[in-house]
């Protein structure tokens, strides 16, 4: 199958500036997103991973030109966004999708479902009256929910995961060719998140969306993703295949997520986890060389240069001197 790429990330920087100091302080800037490259094809869904602070919403926003970059460049569809301005983004706005961490403040809470829903379809001029009745119904159907039961219900009348499957019907109405899934199962409760993303995969293949699903929980990639990124401090650490990453995780960071993740077996209720202790590094002046560096159990000095990122074997990257 030939792979057709739909978005180019090149090197890639957002900088927040900060002043401190209340009268003329120095700028100071908050390097969320630092150098980052990758591609993303047409209809691939990838798990974006990392603790919190690490940039994922960043750079998640930058991709939709919610946030202009500091640097590097954008590809999408061949054209280059980077710098367009947001009068020239409309269309671009169309071509893609957002799914927020928290469906009840990302609702208006005084529209019906029905209205959330055939907003974004008036706004952009689809179809008459009937027509948009019709897209509308079949959206509540991709999402399970049925129409004649939600359609007059106001957000407030619905679960965190009933109204998370309409942010997502919201987010796909217009098939956009690429969707940013922030955290979008994070609030709900346990027992519905396995339910609320497989609604989400399932319609992410049969549109052939790409997808990029932010999380901090590796436990839920696995039934997601076909690629896993990590993320660390402003920076792409690895990334691979999710078989791959599962298989061979190779940077010391994405070995310590994995020692972090909770061991339902009651044999090793009682084993130690070996997570490198400490936090991760200030954004605004990050350690020398790998930021990873003051926290890992195998630094040496020559750590303290930027590592590159090697590809350890066929399309998997590791941004570290020592990958193992
Ligand atoms: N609008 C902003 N202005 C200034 N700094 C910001 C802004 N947005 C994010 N930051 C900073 O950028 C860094 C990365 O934040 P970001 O929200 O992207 O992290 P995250 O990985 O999504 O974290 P979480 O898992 O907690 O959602 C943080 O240090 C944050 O304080
Ligand atoms: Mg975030």
């Given amino acids: 199958m030939i792979k057709m790429i739909l978005l180019e990330v090149k090197d890639l920087k957002k900088y927040f500036p900060i002043k401190k100091g209340i009268f003329g302080g120095k700028t100071y800037y908050v390097r969320a997103v630092d150098e980052i490259s990758f591609d993303l094809d047409k209809g691939e869904a990838v798990s974006l991973v990392g603790e919190s602070g690490s940039g994922k919403t960043t750079l998640g926003k930058t991709i939709l030109r919610l946030y202009r970059p500091t ?45 959330i829903l055939e907003e974004p379809l008036i706004v952009n001029k689809i ?15 991709e999402v399970q929910l049925p129409p004649e039961e939600f359609t007059f219900k106001y957000p407030h009348m619905l679960s965190g995961g009933q109204l998370q499957r309409i942010a997502i019907a919201r987010a796909i109405i217009l098939e956009p060719k690429l969707v940013i899934a922030d955290e979008p199962v994070s609030m709900l409760d346990a027992s519905v998140r396995v339910d609320v993303l497989n609604i989400f995969r399932r319609i992410q293949e049969k549109y052939k969306m790409s997808t990029v699903y932010i999380t901090h929980d590796l436990s839920t990639t696995r039934y997601f993703s076909e690629k896993i990124f990590i993320m660390y401090a402003g920076h792409v650490v690895e990334r691979a295949s999710t078989q791959e990453i599962l298989n061979h995780p190779s940077h010391p960071y994405t070995q310590a997520l994995f020692e972090a993740i909770p061991n339902p077996d009651p044999k090793n209720r009682f084993k130690l986890r070996e997570v ?7 954004l605004i002046n990050p350690p020398k060389g790998c930021r990873f560096r003051p926290r890992c159990p195998i630094a040496t000095e020559k750590c303290e240069r930027e590592p590159p990122e090697v590809e350890i074997s066929p399309n998997h990257f590791v941004k570290c001197w020592y990958p193992q």
């Fill in 127 to 141: 179809g008459d009256k009937e027509e948009r009745r019709e897209i509308v119904h079949k959206i509540l159907e």
């Fill in 71 to 115: 640097g590097g460049k954008l590809i999408f569809d061949g054209k280059d966004i980077t710098n367009l301005a947001p009068k020239k983004l409309k269309w671009y706005r169309r071509e893609t999708g957002l799914v927020q961490q928290d469906p009840f403040g990302a609702m208006p809470p005084h529209f019906t479902i029905y209205r």
């Fill in 276 to 282: 490198p202790p400490g936090e991760p590094p200030s």
